[in-house]
Nanobody
Framework: QVQLVESGGGLVQAGDSLRLSCTLSGGTFSDYCMGWYRQAPGQEREYVAALTRSGRHTDYANSAAGRFTISKDNAKNVGYLQMNSLKPEDTAVYYC????????????????WGQGTQVTVSS
């Protein structure tokens, strides 16, 4: 069974950078598209970014475009979300997801999800 574990969250100041990691076990990342979502307190889960199996094609939400970069290292079975110029409104629990199609990741219907990692950005 595929399992995803996020790491790298923490408390940072506005303007700082942070890199989240998503480690996949029970499978091979090259078989899956990957995505990142976030959920702030009292709000619905929000799509952040997605990446194809090969890693050559990416997609970003407007809130992430230009500041965040999604990537993955298929050899290490690890995915990443590099977040720069962080803002207080980026504060949320961040989740990674994996699915066999980019559409499943983009629509939130991917079958595999991690437990999340907290990112808190202070002003």
């Amino acid at each position: 069974q595929v399992q995803l574990v996020e790491s790298g969250g923490g408390l940072v100041q506005a303007g700082d950078s942070l890199r989240l990691s998503c480690t996949l076990s029970g499978g091979t990342f090259s078989d899956y598209c990957m995505g990142w979502y976030r959920q702030a307190p009292g709000q619905e889960r929000e799509y952040v970014a997605a990446l194809t199996r090969s890693g050559r094609h990416t997609d970003y939400a407007n809130s992430a475009a230009g500041r965040f970069t999604i990537s993955k290292d298929n050899a290490k079975n690890v995915g990443y979300l590099q977040m720069n110029s962080l803002k207080p409104e980026d504060t949320a629990v961040y989740y990674c997801a994996a699915g066999q199609t980019i559409q499943s990741v983009q629509t939130g219907s991917a079958p595999f999800w991690g437990q999340g990692t907290q990112v808190t950005v202070s002003s």
